[in-house]
Structure formats: structure tokens, C-alpha cells
């Protein structure tokens, strides 16, 4: 991957403690060093400042007490006092038990972190999945909200408050499976963040064990998003219906900042849980998985919109341009319309088309289909090699960006109303697009090629890295 952070070696999940603090962009990561599995995780580190270059820190957080003696699990960051705080989930596993403590670690150079160890024990009424805290300060008052399963197993989200950040008292479940707010909606809901966004609060979070409906859910864990308002007095969070996050195959456990600018930027990883998992095509390389792009966030009535970072265009270097475009019944290619690390605009898209295809790299494909108004992104699966694909609704097309990287694509629609998000295992040599229109279509063709950022290591894999 050539401007995506990805592990140095090993396994790369959830991204972590994502803060701008003095001056600069931290985030962190669930990080396995020794193995392409998952196991005892570390915190990995990188800073920025400008969220596109980042450079590799040292360690933060490495397993080595007792309490976190089978991983230091997710959770977030947070400043006091000038000094950078970690809250994270210290994960003890004996046998089939498991045991969970939620953790304090603090650091005057945002590079070395000294443990301040458990400050919150799980409470009775859940069973040890609980983790993953997300704190937030509101009126003088630190806020944690934490991912859950009730002895019942039902997942919830947990509201906690502290004034120290090591004292926590508990509020209650905001909102969760079998509440009055949502029916049945999973055994276990992962790293829930619960934030502020155009006057309203959205709570991003990653539900175990919700079954396939319809177009949606399909893959093997779920992430999505609740509109609503959190009255902190009642402790009630009245919300409307979950809605999926990112559209496409590999979306999950994200994690979002405030920056200085006053941006809500959301940042996930491009992986997921799944039973496949043995089977990535870059595991003989000793890596696997990779975050998403940041992506900023924008409420639109009730819908949370993503859209690519403005710093983005920093990495653009040559390109082609093709205004007017049109295509009527027919396939075809575009000169130079080619790569495998590049940037791909498409703009006032309109006629009359019924459908409109872009095939990339040989094995994965956009279509967007006016008459059903569905849109949907299918690639030919790394674990069996039949075609998969996922949908979404799309009441109309008028824009498209397309963010491919070695081994992954980010179909950005309509300035961020929707979003596919997939990794992609190309024939390296395959670096073509081919445009397919069924009736009259028109729009303004772009195409960059982007520069390498210092998010990717150099690793001995010159096909997917
Ligand atoms: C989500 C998750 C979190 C947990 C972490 C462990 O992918 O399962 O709930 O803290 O990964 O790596």
C-alpha cells in the first residue's frame, strides 16, 4: 500500500487513541507484531501533520502487565493538563474465561507511555466482552462510552462519567440490543464512539451477530451509525435507525477526532473479522490488513456523509483530463486512464444511461443501474474466487471518486453519500479501467496518479504493498 498505514509486519486492526495533540495528528493502532493472526496485541503509533504523510513512532502500549497480559485492546485518547492520556481495554484471557480492565496510561512527550493500570473493574451486569472505551469531554466532565454484552448477551453501549479520568461512575446502557430504542441487534457491540455532529449526536459503532437483510449486512460483522440527541441528565440517547457506515466489504471498528479546524475525521480499518481471514493473498509476505483513508465527516439532514480530506490532493502528481466524455452503448478505455496507485474523478455525471460500469483492474467493478437506482461494487473474492458483491441505494449518480491504492479501492459517490471501501488482489500486471454505458452518458473524466506517502513500510511485497 502506497499511501494507506499499514503494519510494518503482522496484523493491522482497529485504529486507536486518534487525537491532535500539540500540534499534531496521533493514531494509533491494534497492532500483532509477531504473526499475520490476531492474539496479545499491541498499540502501534504514527503521527502526522497533515493526516496524508505520517511517520512511524515507537511502540506505545506493549502487553507487559497483568492486567493487559493478553493484549492491550482498543480505546482512545484524550489531553489534560497538556499531557496525552490513554483509556484502553487491558485484556486477560485464562483458558475459557476472560477477564477485562479498563486502563490509563499517560505521556509528556507523546512518544513513552508510563501505566497508571486498571481505573474502572467490569461492572456485574455484563459478561467480560467489554471494552474498547471512547472518552470525550462536555462541560468540565470526561464521558466514556464503552462496547458491551449483558449476561442476556445482548451487545449495548455503556455511559460512564469521571472528572479525574481514573474515578468513573456509571449512567447506563444509551442505547444497545432489546432496549426501547432498537430490537434484536446483536450479541456484542464493538467500539461504539458517540460524538457531536452538526447539533446532533451520532454514535458510530460495530455490532457482532446482526443477520443479513436484505442488500444489507452481509458481511461477517456490521458497522454503522445512529442520528439522534443524548440527553446526559436522562441518560437517554433517542436515536433513529442504524444505518451501514461504509458499503463495501472491508469497513470496520472506526474511530474518529475533532481537529483544531473543527473537523469530525473518521478513520477505520480495512479488514473485519472474518473466517477468510488465513486466506490474504499477502500473508506469505507477513503482513495483512491496512486502515482506511481519514475521511471527514458532515451531517446532511439525517445522513453522516464522508468525504476524502481536502490534504488529500497534496499526494496528486500527473494525470489526464477528459472534460465532456461521452459514451452511448459502448465500452471503452481512456488513455492513460491507468495504474494501480491512483486517484480516479468523475464528475457531472448525466443522460439518460440505464447503466453505467467501470471495471477495475480486471476483477473488481462499479455499476451503478438508473432504473433500480442501485449501486454496487462486485470483485472476485480472494478466498474462492467467485464474484461477491455488495449494494447500496442510490436515488441518483452525479459524482464519483475513486481512491485505489496496490491493493485496496474507496468509491467515494456523490461527494461522500455513499461509500465502498474493499480491499482488491489484482493481477499486479493489471492495471486497466474499462468504462461500459448502457444508453447516453456523460462526465468529466480526471485521473491522478498519486505519490508514495511515508504511511507504508517498505516491505518485500511489490505486488499488493
Ligand atoms: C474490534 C476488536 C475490539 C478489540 C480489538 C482487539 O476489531 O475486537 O473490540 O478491542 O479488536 O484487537
Same mark, same amino acid.
Given at each position: 500500500?502506497?499511501?494507506h ?18 500540534? @499534531? ?29 505520517w511517520? !512511524? ?15 492491550c ?12 492520556f ?5 485484556n ?16 509528556s512527550d507523546g ?34 462510552i ?14 460512564f ?34 460524538f457531536?455532529?452538526?447539533? @446532533?449526536?451520532?454514535m ?6 446482526v ?9 461477517? !460483522?456490521?458497522?454503522?451509525y ?44 480495512m ?25 471527514e ?82 470483485r472476485?473474492?480472494?478466498a ?6 455488495? !449494494? ?21 459517490i ?16 493489471? @492495471? ?7 444508453g447516453?452518458?456523460s462526465?468529466d473524466l ?11 513500510y517498505?516491505v518485500?511485497?511489490?505486488r499488493?504493498?
Amino acid at each position: 500500500m502506497n499511501y494507506h498505514i499499514m503494519p510494518p509486519t503482522g496484523l493491522i486492526n482497529d485504529p486507536n487513541g486518534f487525537i491532535e495533540w500539540n500540534g @499534531k495528528y496521533h493514531l494509533f493502532y491494534q497492532w500483532q507484531p509477531f504473526k499475520t493472526g490476531h492474539g496479545t496485541k499491541f498499540w502501534g503509533h504514527v503521527s502526522s501533520t497533515d493526516l496524508v504523510h505520517w511517520e !512511524h513512532e515507537p511502540i506505545a502500549l506493549a502487553p507487559s502487565e497483568w492486567y493487559e497480559q493478553d493484549g492491550c485492546y482498543s480505546g482512545s485518547a484524550v489531553e489534560q493538563d497538556g499531557k496525552l492520556f490513554l483509556l484502553y481495554t487491558g485484556n486477560v484471557k485464562e483458558d475459557d474465561d476472560r477477564e477485562t480492565y479498563q486502563c490509563l496510561a499517560e505521556s509528556s512527550d507523546g512518544k513513552t507511555f508510563k501505566k497508571h493500570g486498571p481505573v474502572l473493574h467490569l461492572p456485574k451486569e455484563y459478561t467480560a466482552h467489554f471494552r474498547d472505551p471512547k472518552v470525550w469531554k462536555k462541560n468540565d466532565t470526561w464521558y466514556m462510552i464503552i462496547g458491551a454484552q449483558t449476561k442476556k448477551l445482548e451487545g449495548r453501549a455503556v455511559l460512564f462519567q469521571s472528572q479525574d479520568l481514573k474515578n468513573w461512575t456509571r449512567l447506563g446502557d444509551v442505547t444497545g440490543t432489546n432496549t426501547d430504542l432498537i430490537g434484536e441487534f446483536g450479541y456484542m457491540w464493538e467500539c461504539p464512539d458517540l460524538f457531536e455532529l452538526g447539533g @446532533k449526536e451520532v454514535m458510530v459503532v460495530s455490532p457482532q451477530g446482526v443477520a443479513p437483510d436484505g442488500m444489507l449486512y452481509h458481511n461477517e !460483522h456490521q458497522c454503522g451509525y445512529l442520528v439522534g440527541d443524548l440527553d446526559y441528565e436522562e441518560v437517554k440517547y433517542r436515536h433513529g435507525a442504524f444505518v451501514e457506515m461504509d458499503r463495501g466489504f472491508e469497513f470496520y471498528a472506526p474511530q474518529t477526532l475533532v481537529d483544531a479546524k473543527g473537523r469530525r475525521i473518521m478513520i477505520a480499518w480495512m479488514g473485519m473479522p472474518d473466517q477468510y481471514e488465513q486466506k490474504h493473498p499477502t500473508i506469505p509476505f507477513k503482513w495483512i490488513h491496512s486502515l482506511t483513508l481519514p475521511r471527514e465527516l458532515k451531517l446532511v439532514g439525517n445522513k453522516v456523509y464522508q468525504v476524502p480530506l481536502e490534504e488529500m490532493k497534496m499526494l496528486r502528481g500527473d494525470g489526464v483530463s477528459y472534460a465532456g466524455a461521452e459514451m452511448v452503448n459502448e465500452e471503452k478505455q481512456f488513455d492513460g486512464v491507468e495504474g494501480d496507485v491512483m486517484e480516479l474523478g468523475l464528475d457531472d455525471i448525466s443522460g439518460t444511461f440505464e447503466r453505467l460500469e467501470i471495471t477495475l483492474r480486471g476483477n473488481a467493478r462499479f455499476i451503478y443501474n438508473k432504473e433500480t437506482k442501485l449501486a454496487t461494487l462486485e470483485r472476485a473474492s480472494f478466498a474462492h474466487g467467485q464474484t461477491e458483491s455488495r !449494494h447500496c441505494y442510490l436515488e441518483e449518480l452525479n459524482s464519483l471518486r475513486i481512491f485505489v491504492d496496490k491493493s485496496s479501492i474507496e468509491i467515494f459517490i456523490n461527494e461522500g453519500e455513499e461509500v465502498f471501501s474493499a480491499r482488491q488482489f489484482a493481477y499486479p500486471e493489471n @492495471k486497466g479501467y474499462s468504462f461500459a454505458s448502457k444508453g447516453y452518458v456523460s462526465f468529466d473524466l480526471n485521473k491522478w496518479n498519486l505519490n508514495k506517502s511515508a504511511a507504508a513500510y517498505q516491505v518485500q511485497d511489490e505486488r499488493y504493498a
